[in-house]
């Protein structure tokens, strides 16, 4: 397998000192047009790459594409989980990557690793995908945290990105590699993130709870004996 080009030499993982998160256009009126996943679905994952943002001290730039029309304004989850994130009013650019001040706000971190996240998949995370790469950054596309209209639109996109050289991730795979091991303090709040991408983790810690509680009762019991 071929390394993507701007990675050159280094294996394409994400590096939680070097990395941003860049939210795009995931607004309220665009999230009725999604087609390729339940919008619940996409709404959720969204607000938990701002919340993993925030647990790995990522800095987090959002914008959005004409909030004041029918697109209409950003969700308010992902500043509510991240409250450090920086938003960049765009003055009708619908690539991210043309409006000027969008682009220092990424070069002021200093950092070359872009997670980036967007509806819709095909043009707001597409576009500023692509333009970044071309750039020299390298880019990790959260594909499942990106909407867009159609099934086929979202195959279309996947193949564009990756010839351009952005890597496909799911929003599962970014906590875990950002979270890198369970052995921390906060892995609690880890646990709850993978709760929100797939609800049925919450089973596996409640089976998990309920096992621990049987083992203590035994072992009192056998104490009393």
């Known amino acids: ?28 009126g665009l999230f009725q047009t999604v087609g390729d996943m339940p919008m619940p679905e996409l709404r959720a994952r969204a607000g938990v790459l701002a919340k993993i943002a925030a647990l790995s001290k990522l800095p987090v730039i959002t914008t959005a594409s004409v909030p004041q029309g029918p697109n209409g304004p950003l969700i308010p989850e992902i500043h509510q989980n991240a409250p450090h994130a920086q938003y960049v009013a765009r003055k009708g650019e619908i690539n991210a990557w043309d409006n000027p001040d969008f682009v220092a706000a990424v070069k002021a971190t200093g950092r070359k690793t872009l997670i980036i996240a967007g509806t819709i998949t ?7 995908s692509v333009s970044a790469v071309a750039e020299g950054y390298k880019v990790f596309a959260v594909i499942d945290a990106s ?27 970014v906590a875990a590699e950002l979270q890198k091991t369970w052995n921390r303090e906060d892995a609690q709040e880890w646990a709850e993130i993978y709760t929100k991408i797939f609800p049925a983790y919450q089973l596996l810690i409640e089976s998990y709870a309920k096992a621990q509680d049987v083992v203590k009762n035994n072992e009192t019991l056998d104490s009393m004996r």
Do not use: W
């Open 1 to 28: 397998m071929s390394t993507p080009a701007n990675f050159g030499d280094q294996r394409p993982a994400i590096d939680p000192n070097d990395a941003v998160m860049l939210l795009i256009d995931h607004q309220s």
């Open 147 to 173: 909407g867009t209209y159609s099934k086929m639109a979202q195959e279309i996109t996947l193949a564009r990105v990756v010839q351009a050289g952005v890597v496909p991730m799911d929003t599962a795979a």
């Open 122 to 128: 095909s043009v707001c995370m597409a576009f500023p």
